[in-house]
């Protein structure tokens, strides 16, 4: 966050890299920027290559990344990540606006990772929906180049996702595709060694196995260990990140810097490595990670969700006082599917009828990917089901999202309460 006393950046740039430190400093409310600055200075650190390529993200679409600032009196530019420590290597943090050829860009970035395995590359859409340009990329190469031609790649892609009232070219990256081409099957849960279980180990090859990874953080700590678990395995998977947009500065999305290590820690578990999913942080506390945790059975509801509409959904569960009743868990990571830790919850909340959130459409998003799975795991733990999970989310649609700002609000408001009404079921 130091910057060279004859540089001159803008004002409000100054100001951002002031809160970057002082969050630092204070070690509480670290943000969406600062945990990406933070990924990428200790990988810097440890001596791998970062490369970043997309429209705008010197800046970042959103204003939030800053990595290249300009002097306001010559027109210098200063990139903070290549001088991370004294002696860094010359373009060891490349960061570069590429041109509005999601096809080239995205295919040129795909080569690259794959002809250098131990650098993170990453190409950024400028919004998730442009990712639909460079769709030859992902079909044909990115989700099946490794069943094709044994080749292997670790390229990133962030894709802003989220449903934020602007219409139907700006809200969707479109995750039901990527969750679509997953070769993974929702009817066979992995083999888990249960004493294996705090390891880390005890699923076996269950990533090794699947075409991709499809991730949506809803934590800045979790963004970070994602990105550092890429470059850290001893194989390479393609990661597919929905990216927020709202939560980049929303005042509750904030890790507090103790979650960015990598010593577990049950008090603070949540965002301590990376979390395939985050339990609730109401009812019995801490949170048992055990396969087999204290049942709390005063619960009727357990409301799945990905992405930042849990925190609409929070809210508002905290505004109605139904936090002993009503339990609210995030799949951080939904291919590979967290069959293990989803059984874990379920085992966890024995009298809670489970039901699946989100803001999508039910024709997009993530619940024809989740539906089957999270039946498998109702079966596994000797649950009735129906073939139909409970559904709280818009109705199916041709667009994405509607144009109207009211109609937006009026959407979003009738899914989080439907998702709370514990007397609320789909009349299938």
């Given at each position: 966050?130091?910057?060279?006393?004859d540089f001159t950046?803008?004002?409000?740039?100054?100001?951002?890299?002031?809160q970057?430190?002082?969050?630092?400093?204070?070690?509480?409310?670290?943000d969406?920027?600062?945990?990406?600055?933070?990924a990428f200075?200790?990988?810097?650190?440890?001596?791998?290559h970062?490369?970043?390529?997309g429209?705008d993200?010197?800046?970042?679409?959103?204003s939030?990344?800053?990595?290249?600032?300009?002097?306001?009196?010559?027109?210098?530019?200063?990139?903070?990540?290549?001088?991370?420590f004294?002696?860094?290597?010359?373009?060891?943090?490349?960061?570069?606006?590429?041109?509005?050829?999601e096809?080239?860009?995205l295919g040129f970035?795909?080569?690259?990772?794959?002809?250098?395995?131990?650098s993170?590359?990453?190409?950024?859409?400028?919004?998730?929906?442009?990712?639909?340009t460079?769709?030859?990329?992902?079909?044909?190469?990115l989700?099946?180049?490794?069943?094709?031609?044994?080749?292997?790649?670790?390229?990133?892609?962030?894709?802003?996702?989220?449903y934020d009232?602007?219409?139907?070219e700006?809200?969707?990256?479109?995750?039901?595709?990527?969750?679509?081409?997953?070769?993974?099957?929702?009817?066979?849960?992995?083999?888990i060694?249960?004493?294996?279980?705090?390891?880390?180990?005890?699923?076996?090859?269950q990533?090794?196995?699947?075409?991709?990874?499809?991730?949506?953080?809803?934590?800045p700590?979790?963004?970070?260990?994602?990105?550092?678990?890429?470059?850290?395995?001893?194989?390479?998977?393609?990661?597919?990140?929905?990216?927020?947009?709202?939560?980049?500065?929303?005042?509750?999305?904030k890790?507090?810097?103790?979650?960015?290590?990598?010593?577990?820690?049950?008090?603070?578990?949540?965002?301590?490595?990376?979390k395939?999913?985050?339990m609730?942080?109401?009812?019995?506390?801490p949170?048992?990670?055990?396969p087999?945790?204290?049942?709390?059975?005063?619960?009727?509801?357990?409301?799945?969700?990905?992405?930042?509409?849990?925190?609409?959904?929070?809210?508002e569960?905290?505004?109605?006082?139904?936090q002993?009743?009503?339990?609210?868990?995030?799949?951080?990571?939904?291919?590979?599917?967290?069959?293990?830790?989803v059984?874990?919850?379920?085992y966890?909340?024995?009298?809670?009828e489970?039901?699946w959130c989100?803001?999508?459409?039910?024709?997009?998003?993530?619940?024809?990917?989740?539906?089957?799975r999270?039946?498998?795991?109702?079966?596994?733990?000797g649950?009735a089901?129906?073939?139909?999970?409970?559904?709280?989310?818009?109705?199916?649609?041709?667009?994405?999202?509607?144009?109207?700002?009211e109609?937006?609000?009026?959407?979003?408001?009738?899914?989080?309460?439907?998702?709370?009404?514990?007397?609320?079921?789909?009349?299938?």
């Open positions: 966050t130091a910057l060279p006393e950046p803008h004002r409000q740039i100054k100001k951002v890299y002031e970057r430190r002082a969050m630092i400093e204070s070690g509480e409310e670290v969406w920027a600062t945990a990406e600055a933070l200075a200790t990988l810097l650190s440890e001596g791998n970062i490369r970043l390529s429209q993200v010197e800046r970042g679409t959103f939030h990344r800053h990595a290249v600032l300009h002097d306001q009196n010559t027109g210098a530019k200063y990139v903070l990540l290549s001088h991370v004294p002696g860094q290597k010359p373009f060891q943090f490349t960061v570069t606006n590429s041109s509005l050829s096809y080239g860009v970035e795909l080569g690259y990772s794959m002809e250098n395995p131990n993170l590359v990453l190409w950024e859409a400028q919004f998730g929906d442009f990712a639909n460079a769709q030859v990329i992902f079909d044909q190469f989700t099946s180049g490794e069943a094709k031609w044994l080749r292997q790649s670790g390229l990133v892609c962030l894709l802003p996702h989220g009232g602007q219409g139907p700006h809200s969707s990256a479109r995750m039901e595709r990527f969750l679509q081409m997953c070769d993974e099957n929702p009817y066979t849960l992995p083999e060694d249960h004493k294996d279980w705090f390891t880390g180990s005890h699923l076996g090859t990533i090794q196995a699947a075409n991709w990874q499809v991730v949506n953080c809803t934590t700590a979790n963004y970070f260990h994602v990105l550092r678990r890429q470059i850290h395995r001893q194989f390479r998977k393609p990661l597919i990140v929905f990216s927020p947009k709202n939560l980049l500065r929303h005042p509750k999305c890790s507090p810097l103790n979650e960015f290590d990598d010593v577990p820690d049950d008090q603070g578990i949540v965002g301590v490595r990376f395939r999913l985050i609730d942080d109401q009812g019995i506390m949170k048992s990670r055990a087999r945790p204290p049942q709390e059975d005063s619960f009727k509801r357990v409301v799945f969700c990905t992405g930042k509409v849990f925190y609409e959904l929070h809210a569960r905290e505004r109605q006082g139904k002993q009743e009503l339990a609210i868990v995030r799949l951080e990571q939904l291919a590979p599917f967290p069959f293990d830790l059984c874990r919850e379920l966890r909340y024995p009298n809670a489970p039901i989100q803001e999508e459409p039910m024709n997009m998003g993530a619940y024809f990917h989740v539906q089957p999270l039946e498998s795991c109702m079966r596994a733990e649950r089901t129906t073939g139909r999970v409970t559904y709280a989310g818009r109705a199916p649609s041709a667009s994405t999202a509607t144009g109207y700002a109609v937006h609000a009026q959407e979003q408001a009738r899914l989080i309460e439907d998702a709370l009404n514990l007397e609320f079921a789909v009349p299938w």
